[in-house]
């Protein structure tokens, strides 16, 4: 069983930064595709960044250069590197194996003043 576990979340001023980290108990993590994910109340998840083994990356259009998603493929560790966070940001983050169904259980990121 694919197991996924985020941590990093918090509370943080606009303007902010944050690091949020997923562990994955998965074999052959290397050749997996991995996302993050956001949803905020009331509006439907979004992807907000996937990295292919390789290291290609891919951003929603609203990262606009603030985020940027790495992998640690010797940890089985994906990382999203948040910076100049804004309240709309303010979301339950997930991590995702890319075209599974297997996600952690999200990590709260709240961007107020």
């Known amino acids: 069983q694919v197991q996924l576990v985020e941590s990093g979340g918090g509370l943080v001023q606009p303007g902010g930064s944050l690091r949020l980290s997923c562990v994955v108990s998965r074999s052959f993590f290397k050749f997996t595709i991995m996302d993050w994910y956001r949803q905020a109340p009331g509006k439907q998840r979004e992807l907000v960044a996937s990295?292919?083994?390789?290291?290609?990356?891919n951003y929603g259009d609203f990262v606009k250069g603030r985020f940027t998603i790495s992998r640690d493929n010797g940890k089985n560790t994906v990382y999203l590197e948040m910076n100049n966070l804004k309240t709309e940001d303010t979301a339950v983050y997930y991590c995702?194996?890319?075209?599974?169904?297997?996600w952690g259980q999200g990590t709260q990121v709240t961007v107020s003043s």
């Open positions: 990295i292919t083994g390789g290291g290609i990356t």
């Open positions: 995702h194996v890319g075209a599974s169904d297997h």
